[in-house]
């Protein structure tokens, strides 16, 4: 579960400029502020359901922009990259250039 969270938490830094407020709103109430689904509903006024519907769906999209546009994907790659040259740096500069090389040449 704390995977799932940490992911969605993720997905949602990369990707809350293309929700709604809405969206935006539930979503940070629900992941950001860990309020309740019925905490979230009481505040807009409407059902625990909608509420839950809402951060499914929400969730869902993010998924399918990640599928496609792979901005959470690229910043794993990176880090790992990074680590591997701190690593890399800490024993001896040989292996250094490839790791540069891999990360100017990354999309």
């Known amino acids: 579960m704390l995977d799932k969270t940490m992911r969605i938490n993720y997905l949602f830094d990369f990707y809350q400029a ?3 407020p809405k969206q935006k709103n539930y979503m940070g109430l629900y992941y950001l502020d860990d309020y309740s689904l019925g905490e979230i509903a009481e505040q807009y006024n409407v059902s625990r359901q909608a509420v839950y519907d809402n951060i499914k769906r929400t969730e869902a ?16 790659e990176r880090e ?6 701190r690593e890399l740096l800490n024993s001896g500069p040989d292996n250094v250039i490839a790791i540069i090389d891999r990360l100017e040449n990354m999309e």
């Open 18 to 20: 293309l929700l709604t």
């Open 61 to 76: 999209m993010l998924e399918e922009y990640e599928e496609k546009l792979g901005l959470f994907a690229k910043f794993q």
């Open 80 to 85: 790992q990259l990074l680590s591997s040259l």
